[in-house]
């Protein structure tokens, strides 16, 4: 089965806090993709960064990082002293590379970042 | 970078009409285009591919005669909503990658169409 598991459907954080977005996934397949989208209340989704799965060195951009583990099947992503722009909906996706060109996201967490 | 434009952004109908929204890839060319569709504070679900100068590939459960898709160039993709329900009404936005054969193109969305049937 191909799966997203994003289990905090919502998390709010005042300004300045780290908070990090839990993705947990699911494939059969030894090849895929991971990514991570922003989207913002103006409703497009915004790219963030992919990782595939030969590749498990953490990553930093900015605020942003990301910890993948292969080992627990996870995708985390974490905000550092986060800020009222980050409010959005952050979603995980899967794209393993067997199934055409299906993407799986996770149902989303809702980030409120209060000033 | 890659953009894909989506249009209108909203749209306001009446019931037994019928919508058309149109999904256009700016800079690039995309033989494929996807067509996602998201229930408020819920995931996308994807609706269809859309594939230039073919039928569109439905996902089960998706009803093809309910929403026509054509992909009339390398560079435009449309969903019509037909005879538009009230239960239509949701989250659109269509999808496309630049690099079509890699597995690694991410995937650049439009800005989304939310449809409103009353």
Not at chain 1, 55 to 67: H, K, L, T, V
Not at chain 2, 80 to 87: I, R
């Amino acid at each position: 089965a191909q799966k997203v598991t994003q289990a905090q459907t919502e998390i709010s954080v005042v300004e300045k806090e780290d908070v990090t977005l839990d993705c947990v996934y699911e494939t059969r397949d030894t090849t895929y993709y991971l990514f991570w989208y922003k989207q913002p209340p103006s409703g497009e989704l915004v790219f963030l960064i992919r990782r595939n799965s030969f590749d498990e060195q953490n990553e930093i951009s900015g605020r942003y990082s990301w910890n993948f583990q292969k080992s627990t099947s996870s995708f985390n992503f974490t905000i550092t002293a986060s800020q009222v722009v980050d409010s959005a909906v952050y979603f995980c996706a899967l794209r393993p590379t067997n199934t055409g060109n299906q993407f799986y996201f996770g149902t989303g967490t809702s980030l409120t970042v209060i000033p | 970078g890659a953009v894909v434009s989506q249009h209108p952004s909203w749209v306001i109908c009446k019931s037994g009409t019928s919508v058309k929204i149109e999904c256009r890839s700016l800079d690039f060319q995309a033989t494929t285009m996807f067509w996602y569709r998201q229930f408020p504070k819920q995931s996308l679900m994807l609706m269809a591919t859309s594939n230039e100068g073919s039928k569109a590939t439905y996902e089960q459960g998706v009803e093809k005669d309910k929403f026509l898709i054509n992909h009339a160039s390398l560079t435009l993709s449309t969903l019509t909503v037909t005879s538009a329900h009230p239960e239509d009404s949701s989250f659109y936005i269509c999808s496309a990658r630049l690099h079509e054969i890699s597995y690694n193109s991410p995937l650049h969305f439009g800005n989304g169409t939310r449809l409103t049937v009353t």
